[in-house]
Structure formats: C-alpha cells, structure tokens
C-alpha cells in the first residue's frame, strides 16, 4: 500500500459500521483525487453549461489536461467522456496501480 485517504461521497466521509472512517487505499485514492480536483475546478459543472459542441469539446480537453497534471498516472492515457449531458467518465492508467476509472454525475457537479 502506497496511498491511504478516507472515502469521501458527496462531501462527507462515509463511515463504516462502528462508525468509524472507511479507509481507502492506492487506485481508489487516485481516483478520488482526480475526481476532487475536476469538481474544484469547477470545468464539469462548464461542461454541462455549455451547449456549444466545439466548446464542450475544448472543456473536456482542459479537463484531460488537469487530470494529466497528476504524477501518478502514465502520461497519454487519459480518456474524457461524456456519454449523455450531465455524466463524466474519466479513464487512466495509473503508473503503479494498472487502470482507473470515475464518474462524476451531475448531481455532484451541482453540489
């Protein structure tokens, strides 16, 4: 184990059944920190404002470019989607951890 943070879900920690914080580890954590990083920069909630397809296109680039910032993932392999409007998938390779991928919803974009 490399990485170690709490689990966060719509902006509270999740605690397990004795109520204690669930720990998350490696890949996962990556991946939270991706996905912190895309809602504070607040490019998902100006990806589902926009309605011009040539300027979704570059926000979804300078979303890529913030998710290529993170040293811990192999340059080149970031993939931005947006499936339908409103949902955001992001696929990597991370260096030591093999593939990781998130969502981000809507719902957490507005929150």
Do not use: C, W
Not at 25 to 40: N, S
Not at 56 to 77: F, H, M, N, S, Y
Request: charged share 25%; hydrophobic share 40%; no cysteine.
């Amino acid at each position: 184990m490399k990485y170690q943070d709490l689990l966060i879900i719509n902006g509270d920690v999740v605690l397990d059944t004795g109520h204690n914080p669930t720990l998350i580890q490696d890949r996962a954590v990556i991946a939270q920190d991706i996905k912190h990083a895309i809602l504070e920069s607040q490019l998902a909630v100006m990806l589902i404002a926009e309605r011009s397809k040539p300027k979704k296109a570059d926000i979804r680039t300078q979303i890529e470019l913030l998710v290529e910032e993170d040293v811990r993932l192999v340059p080149g392999t970031i993939r931005v989607e947006e499936p339908n409007d409103g949902e955001l998938y992001v696929f990597a390779q991370t260096i030591d951890f093999g593939d990781v991928q998130l969502s981000i919803s809507q719902k957490e974009m507005t929150q």
